[in-house]
């Protein structure tokens, strides 16, 4: 178990981590979320120890482990770039830090193979890593932090730099792998599918601070603040600023938007309210779904799915929507959503307190 | 502008690969129309950046010719043909200001001072950069310095062609939305040809009115993004455009039937089957397959369900073959199900490409 | 800082420390010691209190040789730094050409200083020099013993042929560095070969420009055994440069107490230059950045 207690650090008067406390159990795969700079690498630099905390302690066990060096804490590291001995076969790359720590060759073999196995990397064994496809470089390095036999194997974006297609794969095969080591997983990435894919649990960082720790599943649908809810949004988030007078949200040009029951004991006056882009759909006529009539600026069509970004009241607004919708530019749209589908933040960012009694949607 | 032909084209590196066999781009024969946005979608290795390269003239093609519009450019340097290219990683003259890398282009084709200071200040505005005009365009952020690289390229209306290299890939992903819909509509209101490189293919099929996928130094389909999706002329399409990509079971096709394993597929009349030889595989897109009761469709074992927000990932498996399906959030997996294919998406694939439909 | 959190590291550190305070501090301490006093041999000292800087500072001789050192390192950057850039453009970027040129480039730094100076002194000569008989014979007076302006050319010539190749690898180092889209990107923008070279080249060598100059300057300013070696510091006094002028003083007059005045501001002088050095360049390069981040 690896703990963190009001963890800080602080370089020359720049905060780059600020008072950050998790617990990671062993066995679990975490997931840490946030754009670039909001301190995913600062945070796995303390964790691993290559950096030491300004202030608050580290346990790892229950040992305290704060100003421990990187050597003598059992740890593992995978970077976004590909990092392995050029000079050495597959093989060597993947039994190098059990050659460190004196094991017997047997054992060693019988370890890499199993790697090997696991992260399907049997036929190049004997390939120097520069005669590898970018995939199978970043497999055989994950291979040799699994080997290693880390307490603690920290991934820093190690898909970022693989094609599209090899990162599907990879992320397909991860938490399997991962579930077959008893170690703590940490993985660092820009991506809420990626996230979403993973699944354990997600930590959102921003600007340093931890702003939602839970079972990633759980974090996406009820985000604590509007910036992990645009952090856990892709395509980004629609944020709607409306009034709630009495039983609707309403906006200054007439919009209207029933307030569902579990927010109807919420006070009056202005809210912020968050609709994922998928939530928005075709107007259908339905009486129970809100309608947003607007116009259209551009649609994207992936094939399966169509992007249409809308200006709706002077907000932009992204729609995700199933199937081909080509629209042309300027063209007027009509949208609805369920209003049971909205997020409710308040002026300052937190999410509304909903009304325990009514169970959330699942 | 200019329509852009590619004549013919073969690109080994050296002499001796040629004489190998081993070329990069095996043979392309392509032509990109005027005004229109186009993306080269493939793996990396498959010829694309090979490719660009030869449009832009930083390469010289080992056979073929290029055309814009009718005049040969095979041997005329990147600046004589007058094209712009943005790349991988944002290129910006560090010791100038923001306005004076826009400028720089047109300072070095000698253009009147109050010509470049105009179209400087529109391009500005139009990459809503005019704040940080007088900024040095060392300290600014990855998106910030893609953007100048871009508007590098647009000051000089005149241009025949926009060449993008994986211009997104240091980009975060919530920016990349924003210079995504930011650059289509720099597209429609400038309507110059842009030819755009990427393995991603959200960025592709988002971006380009045709995609063209690239596999192997080959060009396999050309297609809007609907035909890629809908009907892939080769299981590599299929597998490379889609999130999963599309499923492809090997099958036997018997009585109108693909048989997978022992599981009996019914094939559209349209589907000519009968008779094939060689390899035969059966091809459906995840959103496609729908799972059903057990006892009234094609029998599956369920996996894994992964919950990825606004749909779900069912990995099950059919007669040992893999199988996924996507379906919508929230939709009820059961424990036993069979899984049901929705025949207007089915595609038979001989030796790996695409038995055509006859035409109603 | 980090805190330290394995004290038993400072053991490690222990030689250096030692090698260090042998090496350097107790020597530059007894230089203190002997700048401050007076001795007629016997071991017997007198307090000079700064009697000893003042006279320094105030010696025409000393002025003289520091103004030579000045003109010297001028003359020496403003050759070998242009040069070396020049060379290192030149030099091919890949292919087998590009280790047949840093061997080529490495060849003259190996040699060691006097054997420079000894290889130039015959080469040189009027009567048995390849160099100085071509020059003769094609009617030029060259004759570096006797004319001053023969002997800074020839000095000047010879730490060209030294050191320009340092400057030469650290700028191919900086050179190589650059991705090859900016060269690309500068193509498409239409951009001429001096624009290339002032917006790309120029501001990406910067760091190894400045390791460059910095080293050479001091090296130049310390400049000792060449003119020892063939000219010994004449004719008259006109290659007499500050350090052969300590050397002069402190084994040939043994006026050790001056002698450490003058190698102490000596000393101070290259810290004070290399500093300045060292601020404009890093300033020129990062203050604007800085500037405008925080604003």
Same mark, same amino acid.
């Given at each position: ?362 | ?360 | 800082? +980090?805190?330290?959190?394995? +004290? ?228 008259? +006094? ?51 950045? +800085? ?5």
């Amino acid at each position: 178990m690896l703990e963190l207690d009001d963890v800080s650090r602080s370089v020359g008067g720049e905060t780059h981590i600020s008072d950050v406390s998790l617990t990671l159990a062993r066995g679990s795969l975490n997931v840490l979320l946030g754009p670039t700079l909001a301190g995913k690498t600062s945070l796995m630099r303390l964790m691993a120890g290559l950096d030491q905390p300004t202030a608050g302690r580290i346990r790892m066990d229950g040992a305290d482990v704060t100003g421990v060096p990187v050597r003598r804490r059992n740890v593992a590291m995978v970077y976004q770039q590909f990092i392995n001995y050029p000079a050495m076969t597959v093989y060597e790359n993947i039994a190098s830090p059990m050659h460190l720590k004196g094991i017997g060759k047997a054992e060693i073999d019988a370890a890499v193979r199993r790697a090997a196995t696991l992260l399907k990397l049997e036929p190049y064994l004997d390939r120097t890593p520069l005669n590898l496809s970018g995939g199978q470089q970043q497999r055989t390095a994950i291979a040799r932090a699994l080997v290693k036999n880390a307490d603690l194997v920290l991934l820093d974006e190690p898909l970022a730099n693989l094609d599209y297609k090899l990162r599907e794969e990879l992320r397909e095969e991860l938490p399997r792998i991962f579930a077959q080591t008893g170690a703590i997983f940490v993985y660092a990435t820009t991506e809420p599918h990626e996230a979403l894919l993973l699944g354990g649990t997600t930590i959102t960082l921003s600007q340093g601070r931890v702003t939602q720790v839970g079972p990633t599943a759980d974090v996406y649908r009820r985000p604590a603040d509007l910036l992990t809810a645009r952090t856990f949004s892709d395509p980004p988030l629609n944020v709607l600023s409306l009034e709630k007078r009495g039983g609707v949200f309403a906006s200054t040009s007439g919009f209207r938007v029933a307030v569902p029951q579990r927010f109807a004991a919420l006070q009056d006056g202005p809210w912020q309210i968050g609709i994922r882009p998928h939530a928005l759909r075709p107007w259908s006529g339905r009486p129970e779904a809100t309608r947003l009539k607007g116009r259209v600026v551009l649609s994207e069509v992936t094939g399966s799915q169509s992007f249409l970004h809308v200006d709706w009241d002077e907000t932009r607004l992204v729609a995700l929507l199933r199937g081909v919708h080509r629209v042309e530019a300027g063209d007027p749209i009509e949208l609805e959503f369920e209003p049971d589908d909205m997020l409710v933040f308040s002026p300052d960012g937190r999410a509304a307190q909903a009304c325990a009694s009514t169970p959330l949607a699942a | 502008m200019a329509r852009i032909r590619l004549d013919h084209i073969r690109h080994a590196y050296t002499p001796e690969l040629a004489k190998a066999g081993t070329y990069a781009l095996r043979e392309v024969d392509h032509a990109f129309e005027d005004g229109g946005a186009y993306a080269l979608l493939g793996p990396s290795g498959c010829g694309k950046t090979t490719l660009l390269n030869i449009i832009s003239g930083l390469l010289t093609p080992s056979e073929g010719h290029v055309r814009f519009d009718e005049k040969d450019v095979t041997r005329l340097t990147p600046e004589a043909r007058n094209i712009a290219q943005v790349f991988q990683f944002p290129v910006v003259y560090d010791t100038m200001t923001v306005a004076e890398n826009l400028a720089f282009p047109l300072r070095n084709r000698r253009l009147p001072a109050g010509e470049i200071r105009s179209r400087v200040s529109n391009m500005l505005a139009r990459l809503g950069l005019e704040v940080k005009a007088n900024r040095k365009a060392r300290g600014l952020t990855a998106d910030e310095k893609q953007k100048i690289s871009l508007g590098r390229g647009l000051v000089r209306s005149e241009v025949n062609a926009i060449l993008f290299d994986e211009p997104l890939t240091v980009i975060d992903p919530h920016m990349k939305w924003q210079l995504r819909s930011q650059l289509k509509d720099l597209h429609r209101q400038s309507r110059m040809t842009m030819v755009y490189v990427t393995h991603d293919q959200t960025e592709a099929l988002t971006f380009a009115d045709k995609v063209v996928v690239m596999y192997e130094g080959e060009v396999v389909q050309i297609g809007t993004p609907e035909e890629l999706f809908d009907r892939p002329r080769h299981t590599f399409v299929g597998y490379f455009i889609g999130s999963p990509g599309m499923n492809v079971l090997p099958c036997r096709v018997e009585n109108g039937a693909a048989l997978v394993g022992q599981a009996r597929v019914p094939l559209p009349a349209a589907i000519d089957g009968a008779g094939r030889a060689g390899r035969l595989e059966l091809g459906i897109r995840p959103e496609f397959v729908t799972l059903v009761p057990r006892g009234t469709g094609l029998p599956v074992s369920v996996e894994r369900v992964e919950d990825v927000g606004h749909e779900r990932v069912v990995r099950a498996r059919l007669f040992g073959e893999k199988l996924v399906s996507v379906l919508p959030e929230g939709t009820p997996v059961p424990a036993e199900a069979d899984a049901a294919f929705d025949p207007a998406a089915l595609n038979l694939y001989a030796d790996s490409w695409l038995v055509e439909r006859r035409p109603a | 800082m +980090n805190k330290t959190f394995d +004290n038993r590291a400072w053991f490690l550190v222990l030689p250096v420390l030692l090698l260090v305070a042998f090496s350097a501090v107790i020597p530059l301490m007894t230089v203190v010691n002997y700048s401050v006093q007076d001795t007629f041999g016997n071991n017997e000292f007198f307090w000079a209190g700064t009697d000893w800087f003042v006279d320094t500072l105030t010696s025409d001789r000393f002025h003289a040789a520091l103004l030579r050192n000045l003109a010297f390192s001028a003359v020496i950057l403003a050759i070998e730094v242009p040069l070396g850039i020049l060379v290192a453009l030149a030099m091919p970027k890949k292919g087998v050409w590009v280790s047949v040129c840093l061997v080529l480039m490495a060849l003259p730094l190996l040699i060691p200083w006097n054997v420079v100076g000894t290889i130039w002194q015959v080469f040189g000569r009027t009567d048995i020099g390849l160099l100085g008989r071509t020059l003769a014979s094609l009617g030029l007076d060259y004759n570096y013993v006797q004319d001053p302006v023969d002997a800074w050319v020839t000095l000047i010539v010879m730490d060209v042929w030294h050191w320009t190749s340092l400057v030469v690898l650290l700028c191919y180092a900086g050179l190589v560095s650059i991705p090859d889209a900016y060269y690309q990107a500068a193509k498409i923008d239409g951009a001429s070969r001096w624009a290339v070279f002032r917006f790309i080249q120029l501001p990406k060598m910067g760091r190894v420009l400045l390791i460059a100059v910095l080293l050479r300057f001091m090296d130049s300013f310390m400049i000792y055994t060449e003119p020892f070696v063939v000219t010994g510091g004449g004719p008259g +006094n006109t290659t007499t440069f500050l350090s052969i002028d300590l050397v002069k003083m402190a084994v040939g007059q043994f006026d050790l107490g001056p002698a450490a005045a003058m190698s102490l501001i000596y000393f101070l002088i290259i810290l004070l230059m290399s500093w300045v050095f060292y601020t404009v360049m890093t300033n020129a390069g990062t203050d604007r950045a +800085n500037r405008e981040g925080a604003q």
